[in-house]
């Protein structure tokens, strides 16, 4: 047949072609690991640094690598299926959906929470409700770090049982504060996003975020839910409890693997072949700078120079109870970054680093182990250089403290003589006079206050329990409200009461007079009022010896009729 040979001579120059092409491919490296991280990583590994695992992934171009340190469930080493707490990275998937929600008219960045909102929604606060979308998902509100109407049940897994109905509530009583601190990282501003989401689009949030991004973006090993892949976290060298959010599921509540962020991050860096292109482009977009460098949708985004060039070094990390999260990329090298440890040890300066084109910071310090007793040597009272006095207590080898008029905070052992508060928000060091613990040097928010100790001992109140009975507790049980930043919720306990103060665990309180109540170290009391009809009127809170009054209050969480879309333009 005459079309055969011409057929064979076409079919032998195109295998000619070919082969050059596979054999590039073939020749494509796959990341590599630099040595100074995998020296870093492994010693990480050998002391205990990671905790239950370390899962690394790497992309660069079109190839990517990963690895994986420690001893996860049963003795082996995590996987790219393993599941990990991503804590505040959810962030930045929240900022994704938010941002399809614009391109898709659902919402504006510039419809503020009045208009969302029902219109007769009982507002308090004219700021709260003239904050914007675009403040919330950028990070740039006035909110406070989080709602003072937030009374755990269990210290170790604080925002479990916030439920939207708490938050509803808290939008419609708070008051900003008239002189805030300014703006910064609030799990509140990621809330109030979920609760935003799922009104314009008539559905529950982690539904939205299922179907729309993580199913657009393949990520089948990303939910909410704890499942028989998660690693156990630790923390300060102990095991701990799993962190869950519901109201704040928008903020921090998604488990990840390696794998799936692995494709979150190649999404990035080429969205052209994502449904989802426009948004991960919107969301990625610096709008505004602080002092962390340029803001996005989630993102961290910091410039970097190359060659007299500046791009984005884009980023987002987080620590939860028992884990740290770190994602980044830079589309100038079409590399990207995804590291997760199953421990709280932070993972960012490793992260940041390794993008900037660094060396590694350095092999992480192991949990510290004290020594039986040394928890002895620290109790006492002890008077900042400010003025105000904190005292330090030991009950059973475990260390708290307290500032006077606020609730005491446990304290976990890093090193000789250093100590924090969980989440690292407070550092404690305690100073020495040769082998005499004289003082302390105490660093929140990057300040550091020095104090001298004026007591050996940590001052105490005995108070002798009585028997009382349970009809009168009745009438002492409420919420109250010591400022617009803390209240108190007083509930039943098996012989007294339990005093929750916001953020702060149950504090077990027994009667010792007539609407009198102590802890058991009596450094704290109950001192309820009555009007002149019985009725209690308030309650004083004795707080570290220093009094602070609290009316009762009644935040009720206003229902929310069917969304109806703002006609006003942005």
């Known amino acids: 047949m005459p079309h055969e040979p011409r057929a064979g001579r076409a079919l032998f120059l195109f295998l000619i072609c070919l082969v050059p092409l596979l054999a590039g491919r073939a020749a494509a490296a796959a990341p590599s690991l630099p040595d100074d991280y995998r020296?870093?990583?492994?010693?990480?590994?050998?002391?205990?640094a990671w905790g239950s695992g370390l899962a690394v992934g790497l992309v660069e171009g079109n190839e990517q690598a990963e690895w994986f340190f420690g001893k996860g469930v049963d003795g082996a080493a995590p996987d790219r299926d393993s599941a990990f707490e991503i804590g505040a990275a959810t962030d930045v998937l929240t900022g994704v959906l938010v941002a399809q929600a614009v391109l898709e008219g659902k919402l504006r960045l510039g419809?503020?929470?009045?208009?969302?909102?029902?219109?007769?929604?009982?507002?308090h606060d004219d700021k709260l409700a003239a904050t914007t979308v675009e403040d919330l998902v950028t990070q740039h509100t006035v909110l406070p770090s989080g709602p003072?109407?937030?009374?755990?049940?269990?210290?170790?897994?604080?925002?479990?049982?916030?439920?939207?109905?708490?938050?509803?509530?808290?939008?419609?009583?708070?008051?900003?504060?008239?002189?805030?601190?300014?703006?910064?990282?609030?799990i509140l501003n990621g809330g109030v996003l979920g609760l935003l989401l799922a009104r314009v689009y008539g559905d529950e949030y982690a539904s939205l975020m299922s179907a729309r991004i993580l199913v657009s973006l393949g990520m089948t090993?990303?939910?909410?839910?704890?499942?028989?892949?998660?690693?156990?976290?630790?923390?300060?060298?102990?095991?701990?409890?799993?962190?869950?959010?519901?109201?704040?599921?928008?903020?921090?509540?998604?488990?990840?693997?390696?794998?799936?962020?692995?494709?979150?991050?190649?999404?990035?860096?080429?969205?052209?072949?994502?449904?989802?292109?426009?948004?991960?482009?919107?969301?990625?977009?610096?709008r505004g700078t602080d002092s962390r460098g340029g803001i996005g949708f989630g993102w961290n985004v910091h410039e970097v120079t190359v060659d007299q060039q500046s791009w984005p070094l884009v980023w987002r990390a987080s620590v939860t109870g028992g884990f740290s999260t770190f994602i980044?990329?830079?589309?100038?090298?079409?590399?990207?970054?995804?590291?997760?440890?199953?421990?709280?040890?932070?993972?960012?300066?490793?992260?940041?680093?390794?993008?900037?084109?660094?060396?590694?910071?350095?092999?992480?310090?192991?949990?510290?182990?004290?020594?039986?007793?040394?928890?002895?040597?620290?109790?006492?009272?002890?008077?900042?250089?400010?003025?105000?006095?904190?005292?330090?207590?030991?009950?059973?080898?475990?260390?708290?403290?307290?500032?006077?008029?606020?609730?005491?905070w446990p304290l976990f052992p890093i090193a000789d003589d250093v100590y924090a508060t969980r989440g690292g928000a407070v550092f404690i060091t305690f100073l020495r006079n040769v082998d005499e613990i004289s003082g302390l040097l105490l660093r929140t928010n990057g300040v550091y206050v020095t104090a001298h100790r004026l007591s050996v001992r940590a001052p105490v109140l005995a108070r002798t329990p009585i028997a009382v009975d349970?009809?009168?507790l009745d009438d002492l049980l409420g919420d109250f409200e010591l400022d617009a930043g803390m209240q108190l919720r007083v509930s039943r306990s098996a012989d007294g009461v339990y005093a929750r103060y916001t953020g702060a665990s149950l504090l077990p309180m027994r009667s010792y007079a007539a609407d009198r109540f102590s802890a058991s170290d009596g450094a704290d009391e109950l001192l309820f009022r009555r009007d002149e009809h019985g009725k209690v009127s308030g309650v004083t809170a004795v707080l570290g010896g220093t009094e602070r009054n609290a009316q009762p209050i009644h935040w009720q969480a206003p229902r929310l009729p069917a969304y109806t879309a703002p006609v006003a333009a942005e």
Request: proline share 9%; glycine share 10%; hydrophobic share 40%.
């Open 39 to 48: 020296h870093a990583f492994e010693g990480g590994a050998a002391n205990g």
């Open 111 to 123: 419809w503020t929470l009045r208009q969302i909102l029902p219109a007769d929604f009982p507002w």
């Open 148 to 186: 003072p109407n937030l009374f755990p049940l269990r210290a170790d897994d604080p925002y479990a049982d916030y439920r939207q109905n708490d938050l509803l509530a808290w939008l419609a009583n708070a008051q900003l504060a008239t002189t805030p601190a300014g703006t910064g990282y609030s």
């Open 221 to 286: 090993r990303t939910g909410f839910d704890d499942s028989n892949r998660l690693l156990p976290g630790r923390a300060f060298g102990q095991p701990v409890a799993h962190w869950h959010f519901d109201a704040f599921a928008a903020a921090a509540g998604l488990r990840s693997s390696v794998g799936d962020l692995l494709a979150f991050v190649r999404a990035n860096l080429r969205p052209e072949g994502s449904s989802l292109r426009a948004a991960l482009l919107l969301a990625r977009q610096a």
């Open 328 to 408: 980044g990329f830079r589309t100038d090298r079409q590399q990207g970054l995804v590291l997760l440890s199953a421990s709280a040890t932070e993972l960012a300066p490793i992260g940041l680093a390794w993008l900037s084109g660094e060396a590694a910071p350095g092999t992480p310090a192991p949990p510290y182990s004290p020594p039986s007793g040394q928890a002895a040597r620290y109790p006492g009272l002890y008077r900042l250089l400010s003025g105000p006095e904190l005292t330090v207590r030991n009950a059973g080898d475990a260390l708290s403290a307290q500032m006077r008029g606020q609730p005491s």
């Open 470 to 472: 349970p009809a009168t």
